[in-house]
């Protein structure tokens, strides 16, 4: 498995603003994805982050609203941007496994308040 | 396309007890299923996966879950519920096709009563 880190562990912002959550791996890895957790709420994809490439959106989200950088194989950005009180939510990235593609492993999450 | 169903948002047993959560899935081809657990305020930990290997499936903690193809099902379950397991689990399949995109079923709660 892999070591997943995620900065912040939590923030509370204002309306308007951005955040930039950052993900950090011990190990290098081609797929990165990046999910959303509502309050109460299972995960939802917001985005496939592959190195090299752009990152792919699922339906719903934009890359005006979360821009996804990947500059190498241990790490990724998602910025939550001109954020809204809808945008409260755990946000969480994750990685495939090197040996066994199919499994993610996930970080410990990025707690968002928006006020 | 990919989805899971978990039947049961809430769960409730007795410490000691059987443990069975329900999933459904559906799948346009042969899928990669899992079950992760989430205590709270903790990130989310991978109990057990099927990837088209042995149906049924030995995971940690004592959980397993058996494959059945034709009902569509990946229940999870355990012989003695302990206080510990009390979290909410989800269940997922895999894309494979897809760049091994995750679909999260709607989750369960699990309690477990002393």
């Known amino acids: 498995s892999a070591v997943i880190s995620q900065k912040p562990s939590r923030d509370i912002c204002q309306r308007g603003t951005s955040l930039t959550i950052q993900c950090q791996v011990d190990?290098?890895?081609?797929?990165m994805f990046w999910y959303r957790q509502q309050p109460g709420q299972s995960l939802t994809l917001i985005a496939t982050?592959?190195?090299?490439?752009?990152?792919?959106?699922e339906s719903g989200f934009v890359i005006d609203k979360f821009p996804i950088s990947r500059p190498n194989l241990t790490f990724s950005t998602l910025t939550v941007s001109n954020m809204s009180p809808e945008d409260s939510s755990i946000y969480l990235c994750?990685?495939?496994?090197?040996?066994?593609?199919?499994?993610?492993?996930f970080g410990p999450g990025t707690r968002l308040l928006v006020l | 396309a990919q989805s899971v169903t978990q039947l049961d948002s809430h769960v409730s047993v007795s410490e000691g007890t059987p443990v069975l959560l329900r999933c459904n899935y559906s799948?346009?081809?042969?899928?990669?299923l899992f079950w992760y657990v989430q205590h709270p305020n903790k990130g989310l930990q991978l109990l057990l996966k099927?990837?088209?290997?042995?149906?049924l499936v030995k995971g940690i903690n004592g959980f397993e879950a058996e494959f059945k193809k034709s009902e569509t099902s990946f229940h999870l379950t355990k012989p003695s519920a302990h206080m510990s397991d009390a979290a909410e689990y989800f269940c997922?399949?895999?894309?494979?096709?897809?760049?091994?995109?995750?679909?999260f079923g709607s989750g369960t709660k699990l309690n477990v009563k002393p």
């Open positions: 997922v399949v895999s894309d494979t096709r897809n760049f091994n995109k995750f679909y």
């Open positions: 190990s290098q890895v081609t797929m």
């Open positions: 099927y990837t088209s290997a042995a149906t």
């Open positions: 994750s990685v495939e496994d090197r040996a066994s593609k199919e499994t993610q492993y």
């Open positions: 799948s346009s081809y042969s899928p990669s």
């Open positions: 982050a592959n190195q090299g490439s752009e990152a792919t959106y």
